[in-house]
């Protein structure tokens, strides 16, 4: 072959690799937009970052840019937070780019340091106050003038204790008094002007992640889940050990989502996750645990800490792992789950048992997290949370006489000396009044409380302590290790079945798994790993 030949084979050969390139390596913003019906990509900019980042043709330029490579295609952009109010102008030129652009494009709103100061956290208001109320107003009014969807972030409560309040809450409780005023304000003082103003407007709640706390402070979330037109939930987790942020499990991200999809049905949309009290690992566990609860969006709040901090290198492994996201919401969309019924009955006191829920899914028990107590459930875990329901007694009772298998806390069997619970399908779960303090529960400790709660599905499950177990649909199952150290896990199942490794995340992430027939042997599941079978 002469030079001239082989020069033209390597130039068509380098010809027919740069056609193919971007099918090898899809921009994120490209195949965002293909999936967005799947698994939409949002973020939002506080009124501050509506100032400093977006008021100018270079910060408009950056963040379009910054957006584009994350795969966001849907931004919030804030008109109040903290006392200030974002220019008119600015916000209508930054929506308009951002449009021109091809994102969605919705408003925020922030309602901290309105008008009156609570006595209690400095940042919220006094709800009580009539200059409060007026101010409030004026916030929705100016926002729905400018957006037909807005958000309201997770500071729509209230803790003061002033005398005004005081008065004003007479002989009811103060979460009584809360629900009642906060559930006013939303239909006198949100949804009512903003309407009028703009009838095409629609408004959504974000529920914060602290579940066991929402009426204490005026979040009802059945009254209000009614009242608004969609919800979205507060899905932060944080590291367990940092010593601001830290104290929560990374499960509890699926426990609140799947608890309140229950309860918004159809009105569900989002999580919203932060890199605050974050290192790589825990921001991308955030966003698989928004994703494994069945979010149809998923926001990174906000892009101004993400630009700072722990946030690049946050995002820098959250744009690897995004194409996995797709396909973890492709492969859960809309099947339901099965496994032990955890119902928290809305405005239920915790006691001494704060997110109880959270800490027993991390023991490999797949929980079902429900609102209501149903007798008819295969298996079901009951907390304190359960003397809400009035009922209580003969739903326990009609339980155990049916041989369910339940598991108990020994704080809510210590307030039901009336009810037998020496029985073989009983099990309490010594929680202490600690219960992160199930963290410390051995294999060995573990492993007859999951073999008896995960009998009705014909399954039996061996793995340490914090690992999450997740049975989707009838044909696909979900392990996830949030060890710092590889592992090894076994299932079993009743009858034989046929399996096969659908996805691991992370991407670098490996787990070596194995069929007999009846057992599935997972080996040397790498740390902070998530794998998915399905089986047949």
Same mark, same amino acid.
């Given at each position: +072959?002469?030079?001239?030949?082989?020069?033209?084979?390597?130039?068509?050969?380098?010809?027919?690799?740069?056609?193919?390139?971007?099918?090898?390596?899809?921009p994120l913003w490209d195949l965002a937009n293909q999936n967005k019906q799947l698994l939409q990509i949002a973020t939002l900019f506080t009124a501050q970052n509506v100032r400093s980042h977006l008021s100018s043709e270079k910060g408009m330029d950056d963040a379009i840019d910054w957006c584009k490579k994350t795969g966001v295609t849907h931004v919030f952009i804030e008109t109040f937070r903290d006392n200030y109010?974002?220019?008119?102008?600015?916000?209508?030129?930054?929506?308009?780019?951002?449009?021109?652009?091809?994102?969605?494009?919705?408003?925020?709103?922030?309602?901290?340091?309105?008008?009156?100061?609570?006595?209690?956290?400095?940042?919220?208001?006094?709800?009580?106050?009539?200059?409060?109320?007026?101010?409030?107003?004026?916030?929705?009014?100016?926002?729905?003038?400018?957006?037909?969807?807005? +958000?309201?972030?997770?500071?729509?409560?209230?803790?003061?204790?002033?005398?005004?309040?005081?008065?004003?809450?007479?002989?009811?409780?103060?979460?009584?008094?809360?629900?009642?005023?906060?559930?006013?304000?939303?239909?006198?003082?949100?949804?009512?002007?903003?309407?009028?103003?703009?009838?095409? %407007?629609?408004?959504?709640?974000?529920?914060?992640?602290?579940?066991?706390?929402?009426?204490?402070?005026?979040?009802?979330?059945?009254?209000?889940?009614?009242?608004?037109?969609?919800?979205? %939930?507060?899905?932060?987790?944080?590291?367990?050990?940092?010593?601001?942020?830290?104290?929560?499990?990374?499960?509890?991200?699926?426990?609140?989502?799947?608890?309140?999809?229950?309860?918004?049905?159809?009105?569900?949309?989002?999580?919203?996750?932060?890199?605050?009290?974050?290192?790589?690992?825990?921001?991308?566990?955030?966003?698989?645990?928004? %994703?494994?609860?069945?979010?149809?969006? +998923?926001?990174?709040?906000?892009?101004?800490?993400?630009?700072?901090?722990?946030?690049?290198?946050?995002?820098?492994?959250?744009?690897?792992?995004?194409?996995?996201?797709?396909?973890?919401?492709?492969?859960?969309?809309?099947?339901?789950?099965?496994?032990?019924?955890?119902?928290?009955?809305?405005?239920?006191?915790?006691?001494?048992?704060?997110?109880?829920?959270?800490?027993?899914? +991390?023991?490999?028990?797949?929980?079902?997290?429900?609102a209501r107590i149903d007798t008819k459930a295969e298996a079901m875990f009951l907390a304190v949370h359960a003397l809400k329901d009035p009922r209580l007694p003969e739903k326990l009772a009609a339980i155990i006489d049916a041989s369910r298998p339940i598991l108990v806390t020994d704080g809510l069997a210590q307030r039901l000396a009336d009810i037998d619970l020496k029985r073989d399908n009983v099990t309490i779960?010594?929680?202490?009044?600690?219960?992160?303090?199930?963290?410390?529960?051995?294999?060995?400790?573990?492993?007859?409380?999951?073999?008896?709660?995960?009998?009705?599905?014909?399954?039996?499950?061996?793995?340490?302590?914090?690992?999450?177990?997740?049975?989707?649909?009838?044909?696909?199952?979900?392990?996830?290790?949030?060890?710092?150290?590889?592992?090894?896990?076994?299932?079993?199942?009743?009858?034989?079945?046929?399996?096969?490794?659908?996805?691991?995340?992370?991407?670098?992430?490996?787990?070596?798994?194995?069929?007999?027939?009846?057992?599935?042997?997972?080996?040397?599941?790498?740390?902070?790993?998530?794998?998915?079978?399905?089986?047949?």
């Amino acid at each position: +072959m002469t030079k001239q030949k082989i020069l033209r084979c390597v130039v068509a050969a380098g010809l027919i690799l740069s056609l193919a390139a971007p099918c090898l390596a899809q921009p994120l913003w490209d195949l965002a937009n293909q999936n967005k019906q799947l698994l939409q990509i949002a973020t939002l900019f506080t009124a501050q970052n509506v100032r400093s980042h977006l008021s100018s043709e270079k910060g408009m330029d950056d963040a379009i840019d910054w957006c584009k490579k994350t795969g966001v295609t849907h931004v919030f952009i804030e008109t109040f937070r903290d006392n200030y109010t974002a220019e008119r102008k600015t916000l209508e030129n930054a929506k308009a780019r951002f449009k021109v652009e091809g994102f969605d494009v919705s408003g925020c709103v922030t309602t901290t340091r309105i008008a009156k100061i609570s006595t209690g956290w400095n940042v919220i208001s006094c709800y009580t106050n009539k200059d409060t109320q007026n101010e409030l107003q004026r916030i929705f009014e100016y926002t729905a003038s400018l957006f037909d969807e807005i +958000m309201i972030d997770d500071f729509l409560f209230t803790d003061c204790q002033c005398d005004e309040c005081k008065q004003a809450r007479g002989d009811r409780s103060w979460a009584d008094y809360r629900c009642e005023l906060m559930t006013k304000m939303a239909r006198e003082r949100i949804l009512a002007p903003a309407r009028a103003v703009n009838p095409n %407007v629609k408004i959504i709640i974000k529920y914060p992640q602290w579940y066991d706390n929402f009426h204490n402070r005026g979040y009802e979330v059945i009254d209000q889940t009614t009242d608004y037109d969609r919800i979205w %939930v507060g899905t932060e987790t944080r590291d367990y050990d940092n010593e601001r942020w830290g104290g929560k499990v990374q499960y509890e991200a699926y426990y609140i989502m799947r608890w309140l999809g229950e309860i918004g049905g159809a009105k569900t949309g989002g999580g919203w996750f932060d890199p605050y009290g974050t290192t790589e690992n825990t921001y991308l566990e955030q966003a698989r645990q928004t %994703v494994l609860a069945d979010a149809k969006e +998923m926001l990174l709040f906000c892009y101004g800490s993400l630009l700072r901090g722990t946030g690049p290198k946050n995002v820098e492994k959250l744009r690897i792992e995004i194409p996995s996201l797709f396909k973890l919401a492709k492969l859960i969309r809309s099947k339901p789950i099965r496994g032990i019924s955890a119902p928290k009955p809305p405005n239920s006191d915790a006691h001494n048992e704060q997110y109880v829920f959270d800490f027993v899914g +991390m023991l490999g028990l797949p929980l079902v997290p429900t609102a209501r107590i149903d007798t008819k459930a295969e298996a079901m875990f009951l907390a304190v949370h359960a003397l809400k329901d009035p009922r209580l007694p003969e739903k326990l009772a009609a339980i155990i006489d049916a041989s369910r298998p339940i598991l108990v806390t020994d704080g809510l069997a210590q307030r039901l000396a009336d009810i037998d619970l020496k029985r073989d399908n009983v099990t309490i779960l010594k929680a202490n009044g600690k219960p992160n303090s199930l963290l410390e529960l051995t294999r060995e400790e573990l492993n007859p409380i999951r073999d008896k709660l995960l009998a009705p599905f014909g399954l039996k499950f061996d793995a340490p302590n914090k690992v999450a177990l997740y049975l989707v649909g009838d044909d696909c199952l979900i392990v996830e290790n949030f060890n710092d150290e590889t592992i090894d896990v076994s299932i079993r199942f009743s009858d034989s079945v046929e399996a096969r490794k659908t996805l691991v995340l992370p991407v670098d992430g490996r787990a070596e798994l194995s069929c007999d027939g009846r057992k599935l042997q997972f080996t040397k599941i790498t740390p902070r790993t998530l794998v998915a079978v399905e089986y047949d």
